[in-house]
C-alpha cells in the first residue's frame, strides 16, 4: 500500500517544466500545460491535415470522415443542449475533444492534464461562466438576477452558493474519476500483475476516459439548459 501512496503522490505533484525569471519574479511552466500544448498542437494539426481541399461535389472519402464525425459529434452535443442552446455546441464539443483526449494520452506515455487539480478547476470555472454568460444573454441581467430569489426570497443565499458549488462538483467529480480510475488500476497491479492489467488498462485510459469527457460536457449542457429556460 506504501507503494500506492507513493503513486498518488506522485500523480497528484504539479511537476514544472520550465521556470523563467521576469522582472526579478520566477515562474515556471507546469507538465500538464505543456501536454495541454501538445494536444491542442495535435489537434490543430490533424485538423488541419483533415479539412484541406474540400469540396461541395465529388467528395473524397477523408472529407466524408470528417463530415460523419463532425456531425456525430455536434449532434450528440446538441442533443444533450437544446435548440436553444445551438450557438454553445462548437464550445461544448472542443472541451469534448480536449478532454477526451487529455484523459486517454497516458496510453502514449503522457501524463493526463485531467490529473492536475489546476486544470479541471480552471475548465469547471470556464464552464461555470459560459452557463451564467448565457443566462444574462438569453434573460437579461434583471431576470437573471430574480433567478436567484424564485421559488421564494428565504432560498436566495442557497442559490447564489449554488454557482460556487457547482465548478468545485463539476471540477472534482472529473478529477476524482480521473484518480479514481488510477488507484483502481494499482491495485489491479498488485493483486494480478499480468495479462489483466493490460485489459483494464484499455478500459480506464480509453473507455472511461472518454467517458468522464461525455459527463463534463453533459452537465455543462444541462446547467446551461437550465439557465436559458
Not at 21 to 28: E, P, S
Not at 29 to 57: D, G, P, Q, Y
Request: glycine share 6%; aromatic share 12%; hydrophobic share 55%.
Amino acid at each position: 500500500m506504501g507503494d500506492i501512496a507513493k503513486e498518488l503522490m506522485e500523480q497528484l505533484e504539479v511537476k514544472y517544466v520550465f521556470h523563467f525569471t521576469v522582472a526579478g519574479h520566477k515562474f515556471g511552466i507546469t507538465e500538464s500545460v505543456v501536454v495541454t500544448w501538445i494536444i491542442m498542437a495535435v489537434l490543430l494539426l490533424v485538423s488541419f491535415i483533415l479539412t484541406r481541399n474540400l469540396k461541395v461535389h465529388n467528395i473524397s472519402k477523408r472529407q466524408a470522415f470528417v463530415e460523419t464525425v463532425v456531425t456525430k459529434l455536434t449532434g450528440m452535443v446538441e442533443g444533450m443542449i437544446g435548440p436553444e442552446g445551438k450557438r454553445y455546441v462548437a464550445y461544448l464539443t472542443t472541451v469534448l475533444l480536449y478532454i477526451g483526449v487529455a484523459n486517454i494520452v497516458g496510453l502514449f506515455g503522457f501524463k493526463s492534464p485531467t490529473k492536475d487539480l489546476n486544470v479541471t478547476l480552471a475548465l469547471a470555472l470556464m464552464s461555470i461562466i459560459l452557463v451564467e454568460a448565457a443566462g444574462i444573454y438569453q434573460k437579461g441581467v434583471k431576470k437573471w438576477l430574480h433567478k436567484f430569489a424564485e421559488p421564494i426570497a428565504i432560498v436566495t443565499p442557497i442559490n447564489i452558493l449554488e454557482v460556487f458549488t457547482r465548478p468545485l462538483s463539476l471540477c472534482m467529480r472529473l478529477f476524482g474519476n480521473v484518480l479514481g480510475a488510477f488507484v483502481i488500476m494499482e491495485l489491479i497491479k498488485m493483486v494480478v500483475p499480468f495479462v489483466l492489467p493490460a485489459v483494464f488498462s484499455c478500459y480506464f485510459d480509453l473507455f472511461d476516459g472518454l467517458l468522464q469527457a461525455y459527463v463534463f460536457v453533459f452537465l455543462t449542457s444541462l446547467y446551461i439548459s437550465e439557465a436559458i429556460e
